[in-house]
């Protein structure tokens, strides 16, 4: 059967990282992460960090890189997608990949994913019936353990919010500061948080909200 890009999501990734150790690509060093993270850019842009640590050979080099030939340009969306670095370091292998916006990451990916204004998220069909957190902090800035739950109305009715919605386990940096978040988000600072708990098509939970200002 014929491999198809979006819903090989992870195959593909270990496809990538598994070719990481014969392909070097000068990227964007400021993207570095320890585990899989997302990282939302103030213009639109998503950057995608992948790691992985993995054992044996599966796949030959010509193989993988046909692979990520084809898939690549079989993409006929609007936006663009771009792989910007891989880079091995013993038997961990790194991947970050460029997606022109939020639409073009979803499209690609075959994922539920929003990335701006909470009223926009709404118009898009998103309907924020989840439980939501306010983020607590310390004077030191650190985030405490859980968070203080809050009316949804305080969360949907405020135009100048914006949100990620997203449904997959990963670290979203976002840009600006985050006020609330729903179920299956845990913030680790003022601009991140740990989204986790799904299986992998993500679909036998709700989306996870991580809204920010």
């Known amino acids: 059967m014929k491999k198809h890009f ?19 690509l000068a990227g964007c060093g400021s993207y570095d ?6 990282f939302i850019k103030r213009n ?19 193989e993988l890189q046909a692979f990520i030939d084809e898939e690549i340009g079989a993409y006929d969306g ?22 022109s916006d939020g639409k073009t ?23 924020f ?3 939501f957190f306010e983020r607590n902090e310390k004077a030191s800035g650190d985030t405490e353990a859980g968070g203080t739950a809050v ?17 997959e386990n990963t670290i979203v940096s976002v840009p600006g500061k985050i006020l609330y978040y729903s179920e299956h988000v845990t913030p680790q600072d003022k601009h991140t948080a740990k989204v986790e708990g799904y299986g992998a098509d993500g679909v036998a939970a709700g989306p996870a909200y991580i809204i920010y200002q």
């Open 105 to 127: 990451y979803a499209d690609f990916n075959k994922r539920a994913f929003f990335n701006g204004k909470v009223v926009l998220a709404q118009a898009d069909g998103f309907n």
């Open 44 to 62: 639109g842009e998503i950057y995608e960090t992948n790691v992985q640590t993995y054992e044996g050979d599966q796949y030959s080099a010509d």
């Open 6 to 24: 979006g819903m090989m999501k992870k195959p593909y990734r270990l496809t990538l990282l598994a070719a990481a150790g014969m392909l070097l």
């Open 33 to 38: 992460a320890d585990e899989n993270t997302l």
């Open 151 to 167: 009316p949804r109305d305080q969360v949907i009715d405020n135009p100048n919010l914006s949100v990620v919605i997203l449904s």
């Open 129 to 131: 019936n989840a439980p």
């Open 78 to 99: 609007e936006g663009s997608v771009k792989v910007e670095k891989f880079e091995m370091e013993g038997p961990t292998a790194t991947l970050t990949t460029k997606y």
